[in-house]
């Protein structure tokens, strides 16, 4: 197993990491939508949507890989209600084949952020 971590992410806030390599998969923690340069979230969805992708996208590439290994996510919202904003957001970083999703609403996000995403990468 090989920890990944990357300072173009927010570091973890709590004892886990970043993402974890085993074989072939790597499973990335959920990503916030932290800029890891200010440390500070925007107001919008659309804007944190696009962060915590971006953070995802940044941690994959640690680890050597990019979206396009990424073969399952989970999407984790404050209002289902921006699912529409969330999707069209979402669908821009990735190309078909899509990866498998989940996508749910949830009492609380760390930071009171709007969303979070994490995912599984697999390196073929």
Same mark, same amino acid.
């Given at each position: 197993?090989?920890?990944?971590?990357?300072? !173009?992410?927010? &570091? *973890?806030? $709590?004892?886990?990491?970043?993402?974890?390599s085993a074989?072939?998969?790597?499973?990335v923690?959920?990503?916030?939508?932290v800029?890891?340069a200010?440390?500070?979230?925007?107001d919008?969805?659309?804007?944190?949507?696009?962060?915590?992708?971006?953070?995802l996208? !940044?941690?994959? &590439? *640690?680890? $050597?890989?990019?979206?396009?290994?990424?073969?399952?996510?989970?999407?984790?919202?404050?209002?289902l209600?921006?699912?529409?904003?969330?999707?069209?957001i979402y669908?821009?970083?990735?190309?078909?084949?899509?990866p498998?999703?989940?996508?749910?609403?949830?009492?609380?996000?760390?930071?009171?952020?709007l969303?979070?995403?994490?995912c599984?990468?697999?390196?073929?």
């Amino acid at each position: 197993m090989k920890q990944i971590s990357t300072t !173009n992410a927010p &570091a *973890a806030i $709590g004892p886990y990491s970043q993402a974890l390599s085993a074989g072939n998969l790597t499973f990335v923690s959920g990503q916030i939508p932290v800029d890891p340069a200010t440390g500070l979230m925007a107001d919008t969805i659309e804007e944190q949507a696009t962060q915590a992708l971006t953070n995802l996208k !940044n941690v994959l &590439a *640690a680890a $050597g890989l990019d979206m396009s290994n990424v073969i399952k996510t989970a999407v984790f919202l404050a209002d289902l209600g921006d699912f529409p904003v969330v999707n069209r957001i979402y669908e821009s970083f990735f190309e078909a084949p899509y990866p498998a999703r989940s996508c749910v609403q949830v009492a609380g996000i760390p930071k009171g952020a709007l969303v979070e995403i994490e995912c599984i990468a697999i390196k073929e």
